[in-house]
């Protein structure tokens, strides 16, 4: 069935650094790609999304491509703040379905 | 943006005892809710889609005479957790899809901690 693999981490940076989170995905047809965040203690906000093949999702600094030629929806941000700390879900929907498929999950830390 | 609640937003409950979490769509109708458990430090797992006006649909491995659902209106779904053991504990998240304007995407509600002593 379709699936969502993404880079557990977790994950430790210092302000201002890069931030590349890997997701891949496995899924017949094209589905629609998202990326959640978790801050703690609370529910899942989603951060961005992308419907289908070349759509870029940006949001707060973050973006992530719809790549079909890779399967992948690698997240990305530029420069790091100690309040993007959190854990970031990639999740997939298929096409023609509701049902919500997430990864692992990838904890982020980032240090003043 | 579509608001879904959930309440309450923790419960403490002794071991044996149930427990009802409730989840509504605010600002719009959802005729299937979804409903989620997550562990500390774990991902979402689906548990079982709730669907308005028939039963619900179990994901393998969930006890459906355990965890009861009922999706009594186009705005509320609940789910009750019979007969609680400490195991029982754990983040319950409940979301519902977007609807035509935003098909494929699902708004979810701020969870509910459950701690089952």
Known sequence: GDSVTQMEGPVTLSEEAFLTINCTYTATGYPSLFWYVQYPGEGLQLLLKATKADDKGSNKGFEATYRKETTSFHLEKGS????????????????????????????????? | GAVVSQHP????????????IECRSLDFQATTMFWYRQFPKQ???LMATS??????TYEQGVEKDKFLINHASLTLSTLTVTSAHPEDS????????????????????????????
């Open chain 2, 9 to 20: 937003s923790w419960v403490i409950c002794k071991s044996g005892t149930s427990v009802k």
């Open chain 2, 51 to 56: 669907n308005e006006g028939s039963k619900a």
């Open chain 1, 80 to 112: 790091v703040q100690v309040s993007d700390s959190a854990v970031y879900f990639c999740a997939l929907t298929p096409r023609g379905n509701n049902d919500m498929r997430f990864g692992a999950g990838t904890r982020l830390t980032v240090k003043p």
């Open chain 2, 43 to 45: 991902s979402l797992m």
């Open chain 2, 90 to 117: 754990s983040f319950y998240i409940c979301s519902a899809p977007g609807g035509s304007r935003h098909p494929y995407e699902q708004y979810f509600g701020p969870g509910t901690r459950l701690t089952v002593t």
